[in-house]
């Protein structure tokens, strides 16, 4: 049962830290629903500022305008899983954060995480801890190469990722993290990527969306189909995973998990405690779609079955890309959505597409 | 040809005159395709600010505020017939008005829209004129009673509408329209009434949604559902019709025409130059719902074919209906639109539901 007290009604205001173009769509969604939104946002003029009722433009490190923004909202959630804790610490105090803390820790430190997921039963890439230098000799003994030197926390630091190919690049690598907590990861070969975007309400119902298949150009997502090629028991293992994490996160909102498919079953990539580009078909695919889910998950609301009623090919616009709009426009079953960003940057996700495959329907008049 | 100065790019700015929930449902889906939206609305916190980039809050008659108003935007549309001519006539110097002033002035004046409709070979209710003691006697004569006179203007005036059910009622009527020039309009005996949501594009392509079929509590639209009791044939007339509407006032945007089924054949109501309440099934019904197809239509884009994907009844959800959001929230096909308005007074829409009817799709994990 649902403490009727953590219900929002309609006309609550819900606080979204990032205001980026899942700030948008979720703000977007909060409206449909009746809900009103305050976005913030370091960045000035962020996407989501264009569709919310107020915007704070400030630092993640600016305690006053953190109280501030916790004041006027009755639930803060988020589209990025890397705010820095301090903030978290102040704003938790004053409202609730929805997802939780727990999603947020584990899901900021990679070997927390991989640590995590282990723990569930769940597989996961090889991994160590990497500390200094010989922990990394043990770690490279363990895991083997090539493998993947990378630090435990990213967050706003931004240091880098190396890639061992040979245990004779240790050094440099090491040198490469600038004495930051590291994780060596190994490379799980596989023939497909998958994610399922997983739901779970604030009095423990879980719904999951089918998974889809994700295909990556240059390191950025660039198509996510339904459905993904996945026999039916390896769809119900990939769910039956992510409800597994919702579970043991005590979760209250939408969570992706990207899985890889190996020929010894189904390995777990990462967890993002957040939307994910990979459930931008549901918007065209089902009733609820991952943004409304998520709004009414932490809104306390029921949330919806994940049903799915088409077959959807979802492309991201990146860059220039958005320079095809006028024919993606003359495509009938082209659903078009832009983020509403002023300049397309090389590598820049400016919108995304919906290609609808429908087994009925007819044409119109 | 489309010029194609006239075609907005993404990043445009689209003005919006009526910030209510059709404003706020148009503002969303420019935001979809890029566009940012400015509110102008005389009433403080209209629904639609809450997801609109910028709103002026002014009366029509503030000429100051409508020129700022038009000098931020690259194109002007409304969610309401009833703007003063005074204020579009200081607008369209400024910046193009879409759908354009023929559609305002037909459809702003009864008398005029319904000889409109006249001319065009479509059947209306009986009609005439009436300025006088004297006209109305001719205009008995001719319509008959029961019927209803009305002022020719609606707009901010807010006259009656007075019905006649014997002659003698003639002095009475006439003096509630308090010297307003009006209409004497006879009853037509029909079984049902539909309504077509139809399109044109800048460039004269039309594309119309499959007609719904209305039903009416108190006044008010209580549901829309599709598809309408409607044989093929009176489906393709409905659908003609409106594209000769459409044609006929060079239309470009969305329009709405109601239509009365009766024994003897299709007879248009009334026409509505915009998107319309009959309309929202299309959020779930179609790839590209009526909001959608406005913007893109006054943005110079290609319309959406209006395809229809599933069966949806359309609910209104009036005043205190709202009430009920928690056991709706529990439907899984039933799709949430509310319209973030604060106070729910009765014969307020405070917002609608869309229930969708699909013959395929399965159950959600």
């Known amino acids: 049962m649902t403490d009727p007290a953590q219900i929002l009604e309609p006309g609550a205001r819900i606080g979204i830290l990032g205001g980026g173009q899942l700030g948008r769509m979720l703000s977007v969604a909060a409206a449909r629903l009746g809900f009103t939104t305050h976005i913030f946002d370091p960045s000035s003029a962020p996407p989501a500022g264009h569709v919310a009722d107020r915007v704070t433009t400030a630092g993640f490190e600016d305690e006053a305008a953190l109280r501030a923004f916790a004041e006027t909202v ?20 004053l409202k609730p954060i929805r997802p939780g803390r727990e999603a947020l820790r584990v899901s900021q430190d990679r070997l927390t995480e991989k640590t995590f997921l282990q723990d569930l039963g769940l597989a996961t890439a090889p991994f160590a801890e990497v500390a200094d230098a010989a922990e990394l000799d043990a770690a490279l003994e363990h895991v083997g190469t090539p493998s993947i030197l990378k630090t435990r926390r990213f967050g706003y630091d931004g240091k880098g990722q190396v890639r061992l190919m040979d245990p004779s690049e240790a050094p440099a690598a090491l040198a490469a993290m600038q004495g930051a907590p590291a994780i060596l990861e190994g490379f799980v070969p596989f023939s497909h990527e998958v994610s399922v975007i997983a739901a779970r309400s604030l009095n423990g119902k879980v719904a999951c ?39 043991a996160l005590d979760y209250v909102g939408v969570l992706g998990v990207e899985i890889f498919v190996t020929g010894h079953g189904l390995v777990v990539n990462e967890i993002a405690p957040r939307v994910h580009n990979s459930g931008h078909w549901t918007q065209e695919g089902c009733t609820i779609d991952q943004f409304e889910q998520h709004i009414r998950a932490i809104a306390g609301w029921t949330i919806g079955n994940g049903a799915r009623y088409a077959d959807v090919v979802m492309e991201n616009l990146i860059g220039d890309d958005v320079d095809r709009i006028a024919d993606l426009a003359k495509e009938p079953d ?3 959505h832009l983020y509403g960003k002023t300049e397309a ?8 597409v919906n290609r609808v495959i429908r087994s009925e329907g007819r044409d119109g008049w």
Chains 1, 2 share one sequence.
């Open 345 to 352: 940057k090389p590598g820049r996700k400016m919108g995304h």
């Open 334 to 336: 082209c659903a078009i």
């Open 74 to 93: 009755d639930v803060i959630t988020y589209e990025f899983e890397n705010i820095p804790t301090a903030a978290l610490d102040i704003l938790e105090e």
């Open 209 to 247: 969306y089918d998974p889809a298949e994700n295909v990556h150009l240059e390191g950025v997502l660039s198509t996510s189909t339904v459905p993904a090629n996945l026999s039916t028991g390896q769809s119900m293992d990939a769910v039956l995973m992510a409800g597994k994490i919702l579970n």
